[in-house]
């Protein structure tokens, strides 16, 4: 038995000593990440995400990111999302009026906003860009951190 306590504080010491000394060769960043080659921190968005997915974006988009025929563009294997992340991030925020062509279609339904702050924005972002099937990377606050967020006008009372 202390033998065995021996053996397991020397695996884990050996273990400290391996990842603290990191090479000197990648930035600190670089070595926190998760599966995939994604930093640890945009991994623990995805819950949030997907959530944020689930709630706002389902209706349109659909739950297998394919949207609508001629009505809401696909998300799924989307050329215009992976051409441009950031614009993906600001048109979350501040929605789209612009008629946009998705893998060779036209679509032209306006989308309203769907989140309120860059953080969201940037979770659902992430959580699209690795499913329905896309490998689209990330974005991080730092690459949207120009991005302004329009202000919201109320809609008239009825």
Sequence with gaps: MKRIAILFV??????MI??????GSQPASD???????????IQAMMPKGEQIYK???VVCHQATGMGVENVFPPLA??????????????QTLNGSKMEMTVNGKKFTQEMTPQVE???????????????????GGYVTLDDVKSIEIKPRTASPAK
């Design 10 to 15: 020397s695996v884990f010491s050996m273990g």
């Design 18 to 23: 391996l990842t603290s000394c990191g090479g």
């Design 31 to 41: 070595s926190k990440t998760a599966a995939g080659g994604i930093p640890a921190d």
């Design 55 to 57: 709630t706002k974006c």
């Design 77 to 90: 294997n989307s050329d215009y999302l992976l051409a441009d992340k950031s614009r993906a991030v600001a």
């Design 117 to 135: 702050t860059k953080e969201d924005a940037v979770a659902v972002i992430n959580y699209v860009l690795n499913n329905f099937g896309n490998k």
